[in-house]
């Protein structure tokens, strides 16, 4: 299964996007607002996405943003459900060197109509309040605000965006 845009394919992750996956959870600044730690190691990383079981349990799930002209892999963005919350949530993540580009945009645009696609109504967007960036792209992606929450100790949003069959 496979997402392309203008710019990107969108391929589900796989063990062999270990060594990626790991930069990009190691960078302090790229995962500062996620409540996320950051990989001990490479393997770790591999374990991780071995065990990453979304897109055979859901039909979705984050997907590795790999640039059309030159294979670049930029990060991951996609859907995943939380069985905790029972909601679909929109999310990703993208190397330093790559933000303000417009990636993360395309991609959640392209998430967003795969999950119309499969038949959802509803998708949420999280995230800390001083994550401006992640923010504008949900706004960007037609989502609105509809409720704080507390996000891994920092205050933050919750936003949302129903399909176009469900009052949009």
Known sequence: MTL???????????PDDAPYFFQLNTDPLVIRYTGDDP?????????FLL???????F????MAMIRNSDLAWLGWCGLRWDEASREVDLGFRVFRQYWGQGYATEAAFASLEYGWSIG???IIGRAV?????????????GMKEIAKMDFHGLPGVVY???SRGNGE
């Open 120 to 122: 959802l109504q509803r």
């Open 4 to 14: 392309d845009t203008s710019r990107l394919q969108m391929r589900p992750l796989h």
């Open 39 to 47: 990989f001990h190691d490479e393997a770790s990383a591999r374990l």
């Open 129 to 141: 309040v001083n994550n401006i960036a992640s923010i504008r792209v949900l706004e960007k992606v």
């Open 59 to 62: 039909r979705m799930g984050r």
């Open 51 to 57: 065990g990453y079981d979304q897109f055979t349990r």
């Open 160 to 162: 949302e965006v129903l």
